[in-house]
């Protein structure tokens, strides 16, 4: 899936789907905008990091 229409037309019926979830304390998500912007294109840079490991590998986290 690399498009919202790929979601849209059912790329993902009968496929596995690996999903992290991590819960955060608010303590660590900056009050201030500006800081909260940064912090926010930092946390998706780390996704985009996992995201390129993933398919780096079989596509199920195993190295191709």
């Keep these: 899936i690399r498009t919202f229409g790929d979601l849209v037309r059912g790329t993902l ?8 979830f991590r819960r955060l304390s608010r ?3 900056p009050a201030d905008a ?3 912007v940064g912090w926010l294109l930092e946390e998706w840079r780390e996704v985009d990091r996992q995201v390129g490991a993933v398919l780096a590998s079989d596509g199920a986290g195993r190295p191709a």
């Design 13 to 20: 019926v009968r496929r596995h789907v690996r999903v992290h």
């Design 27 to 29: 303590a660590v998500i």
């Design 34 to 36: 500006d800081a909260r």
